[in-house]
C-alpha cells in the first residue's frame, strides 16, 4: 500500500515539474538571451528517475 502511495505521489510529482517547465518556458527563453540556463532539466532527470526506480 504504501509503495503504490509513493509511486502515485513521484507520478504527480513528475507531471507537476512537467507543468512547470512548460510553464516557465519564457522565462528560460529570456535567461538564456541573458546568457545563464535554468536547471529545470536536471530537476525532471532527478524526478523521472525516481519514478523509474519506484516501477516494479
Known sequence: M???VY???LFAL???CIVVG???M???I???QAGF???VHRLLE???GAYEAAQP
Open 2 to 4: 504504501i509503495t503504490r
Open 7 to 9: 509511486r502515485a505521489t
Open 14 to 16: 513528475y507531471q507537476l
Open 22 to 24: 512548460i510553464a516557465a
Open 26 to 28: 519564457p522565462l528560460a
Open 30 to 32: 529570456a535567461a538564456r
Open 37 to 39: 540556463t535554468l536547471p
Open 46 to 48: 532527478n524526478v523521472e
